[in-house]
């Protein structure tokens, strides 16, 4: 069996960037898990490409089937991790990355042991974390507020994850992670 890298971290620490060019750099060995998802598909994102874009009553129906290897309602909206996509990376003989949440990480770490391997983004600072979430257009100050709580819970679970990345720069952090990855595959 495969490894399955799970990238985790607060809303806005560089998370996707980062995996995009982990997965470009190891593509004949690593494949990207797509979650699914209820929120609303953003500029430029491609359903079946960035997410599995799903009504929630799909979605829901999926829980009660239990196709998911792990499913959380973050910020209103479901996100999680079809068995069947891990399944389709594996049987392609390759290594799973995905993007989750801490909770989904953790409980991936719990189902598969030292197959996983869990990262955690985090920010340099909160406040160089509130300033990329309004370069981003989160400036909405309610969900601004929920998003930087959220973040802080999550900093509290890093110490249960294999690696903590500080992101200050993105080409910095993803060369450590290349560095990482390259030992384990």
Wanted: negative net charge; proline residues 2%; charged residues 35%.
């Amino acid at each position: 069996m495969s490894n399955i890298f799970v990238i985790s971290g607060p809303s806005g620490v560089g998370k996707t960037t980062i995996y995009k060019k982990i997965i470009e750099d190891f593509r004949e060995n690593i494949s990207f898990s797509i979650s699914a998802t209820t929120r609303e598909i953003r500029a430029g994102e491609k359903d079946g490409v960035d997410y599995h874009f799903l009504k929630e009553e799909e979605f829901e129906y999926l829980i009660a089937k239990g196709d998911f290897i792990e499913w959380e309602k973050v910020h209103n909206n479901y996100y999680g991790t079809l068995k069947s996509e891990i399944y389709r990376i594996w049987e392609d003989g390759k290594h799973c990355l995905l993007d989750i949440d801490v909770r989904g990480g953790l409980r991936i770490q719990k189902m598969f042991g030292e197959k996983a391997y869990l990262v955690f983004i985090s920010p340099p600072s909160m406040e160089e974390l509130e300033k990329r979430l309004r370069s981003r257009g989160t400036n909405d100050e309610e969900s601004l507020k929920k998003r930087l709580s959220n973040a802080s819970e999550e900093m509290e679970h890093k110490g249960f994850y294999n690696l903590v990345l500080k992101n200050e720069t993105i080409d910095k952090a993803v060369q450590e992670l290349r560095e990482v990855i390259q030992k384990l595959i």
